[in-house]
T-cell receptor, first 116, second 115 residues
Framework: DGGITQSPKYLFRKEGQNVTLSCEQN?????MYWYRQDPGQGLRLIYY???????QKGDIAEGYSVSREKKESFPLTVTSAQKNPTAFYLC???????????????FGPGTRLLVL | AQKITQTQPGMFVQEKEAVTLDCTYD???????LFWYKQPSSGEMIFLIYQGSYDEQNATEGRYSLNFQKARKSANLVISASQLGDSAMYFCAMRERYNNNDMRFGAGTRLTVKP
């Protein structure tokens, strides 16, 4: 089945530690995105990528890094510089179409990051 | 600036009745897309329905329909014949044509369906 997978489901981070969240898609989508969701709030964009080896910062990129070495994969690293990383992280992907506005983003199941 | 506003933090509806979840948006673009997502307690975001700014008809998908009033910049979601499984968070989102990688989400509405 086509879809987006994220792992792990839960992740615990110690102080000063970098952790990496995995996101893989087999939908053949060009664009991939990372969002952060805090309790009771909507989603905020961290990073996005339209093509392999290229990515752009979103609204809250500080303390995060990404890579896009393969079309299918867009891992997110939460660095020690992110002082408040406890949140729910959602990865999404979409096609890049001509209209620009109408391409639906499809989401993975999410990773919940907790700080020890 | 806040681009998507969902004014109802929580809503209750009786099973089998219809419910409307409100969404207003702000954009100066003429071309944009509006989306509704459902987020059950498991956390994943499930796409429900899409409305393009140039679509003349209101979008419908099964029990979901979108009441699109362009002049008022509103895109309310109507769920007909509510089911217990509809209890979840619902998010309205917008994507602008010339900023097509920036999907803006509202704060969400928590819908509870009562038996």
């Amino acid at each position: 089945d086509g879809g987006i997978t994220q792992s792990p489901k839960y992740l615990f981070r110690k102080e000063g530690q970098n952790v990496t969240l995995s996101c893989e898609q087999n939908l053949n989508h060009d664009a991939m995105y990372w969002y952060r969701q805090d309790p009771g709030q909507g989603l905020r964009l961290i990073y996005y990528s339209q093509i392999v080896n290229d990515f752009q910062k979103g609204d809250i990129a500080e303390g995060y890094s990404v890579s896009r070495e393969k079309k299918e994969s867009f891992p997110l690293t939460v660095t020690s510089a992110q002082k408040n990383p406890t949140a729910f992280y959602l990865c999404a992907s979409s096609i890049l179409g001509e209209t620009g506005a109408g391409e639906t983003q499809y989401f993975g199941p999410g990773t919940r990051l907790l700080v020890l | 600036a806040q681009k998507i506003t969902q004014t109802q933090p929580g809503m209750f509806v009786q099973e089998k009745e219809a419910v409307t979840l409100d969404c207003t948006y702000d954009t100066s673009d003429q071309s944009y897309g509006l989306f509704w997502y459902k987020q059950p307690s498991s956390g994943e975001m499930i796409f429900l329905i899409y409305q393009g700014s140039y679509d003349e008809q209101n979008a419908t998908e099964g029990r979901y329909s979108l009441n699109f009033q362009k002049a008022r910049k509103s895109a309310n979601l109507v769920i007909s014949a509510s089911q217990l499984g509809d209890s979840a968070m619902y998010f309205c989102a917008m994507r602008e044509r010339y900023n097509n990688n920036d999907m803006r989400f509202g704060a969400g509405t928590r819908l509870t369906v009562k038996p």
